[in-house]
């Protein structure tokens, strides 16, 4: 399997996000195959949590249907080796620091490693308190995905440092949410990172359309939230489909 930053080293890259267990579990494992697929290079699958401060309320619905439906961490864990009888797309998680933490971060690292889930992203968890699980992430050869916003990017350096697996840049400040609009901070954002480093770059908050996949053609991937946990929530059943055409007209676009 390849490594993330190999998966991601050339632009035009699709990375997709869906939350574990919406609107089931087996329909996680059939739509994660489905966008794999269709073309996504990566998927990032969401572990539910109580308070997502960083999530808007596409993905915080889609939160509360996960937990309503009794999913848990060890249940999220079993469901990623399902999906990997099926494929090998790589995956990334992400959570919040409390769901590592509650599971224990070593052991989270461990059942990670053993089901190939490739990196993680805490968006709560800033860089003074990354002194406890960098190095476990570490030992355990997971990537550590940090993110960077336009408030943030002053201390590029040392987020560079700690970063594996790609850097995200958040396309709009606030939560995530599809916007009819984004800034080009990201760009902006991107040609200061390249100064420092080569690590791919994904951009995402926010970006649902066509148009919004060709506004970042220096990022080697983008990345898409709630564009398709919506198209999961109108079609919970039968998303596939809508996924796949979803997936083929934004990879294009960024090829066009």
């Given at each position: 399997m390849k490594s993330l930053t190999e998966t991601l080293q050339e632009p035009g890259k699709f990375i997709a996000f869906t939350v574990v267990g919406d609107p089931d579990?087996?329909?996680?494992?059939?739509?994660?195959?489905?966008?794999?697929?269709?073309?996504?290079?990566?998927?990032?699958?969401?572990?539910?949590?109580?308070?997502p401060?960083?999530?808007?309320?596409?993905?915080?619905?889609?939160?509360?249907?996960?937990?309503?439906?009794?999913?848990?961490t060890a249940k999220v864990f079993a469901t990623v080796a399902r999906i990997r009888q099926q494929t090998d797309v790589p995956l990334v998680f992400l959570t919040y620091t409390?769901?590592?933490?509650?599971?224990?971060?070593?052991?989270?690292?461990?059942?990670?490693?053993?089901?190939?889930?490739?990196?993680?992203?805490?968006?709560?968890?800033?860089?003074?308190?990354?002194?406890?699980?960098?190095?476990?992430?570490?030992?355990?050869?997971?990537d550590f995905i940090q993110l960077v916003t336009s408030k943030s990017i002053h201390r590029l350096p040392d987020i560079l440092k700690r970063a594996s697996g790609f850097v995200y840049v958040v396309?709009?400040?606030?939560?995530?949410?599809?916007?009819?609009?984004?800034?080009?901070?990201?760009?902006?954002?991107?040609?200061e990172i390249r100064k420092y480093s080569d690590i791919p770059v994904g951009v995402g908050f926010g970006i649902s359309s066509v148009e919004h996949a060709r506004?970042?053609?220096?990022?080697?991937?983008?990345?898409?939230?709630?564009?398709?946990?919506?198209?999961?929530?109108?079609?919970?059943?039968?998303a596939g489909p809508y996924l796949t055409t979803f997936i083929t007209a934004m990879k294009e676009a960024q090829h066009a």
């Open positions: 579990l087996d329909h996680t494992v059939e739509y994660v195959v489905a966008m794999a697929q269709a073309g996504a290079d990566v998927v990032e699958l969401g572990i539910a949590f109580s308070d401060s960083a999530d808007g309320p596409t993905i915080l619905s889609a939160d509360q249907r996960a937990l309503d439906n009794g999913v848990t409390n769901i590592a933490f509650k599971y224990g971060y070593e052991q989270f690292l461990a059942q990670m490693q053993a089901h190939d889930v490739q990196g993680l992203i805490l968006p709560d968890l800033p860089l003074e308190e990354q002194a406890a699980f960098l190095p476990l992430a570490q030992q355990y050869g997971r396309s709009s400040l606030g939560i995530t949410g599809t916007r009819q609009k984004l800034s080009n901070e990201a760009n902006q954002i991107i040609g506004q970042f053609p220096t990022a080697n991937a983008i990345i898409v939230g709630s564009a398709i946990v919506k198209i999961i929530a109108q079609h919970p059943y039968d």
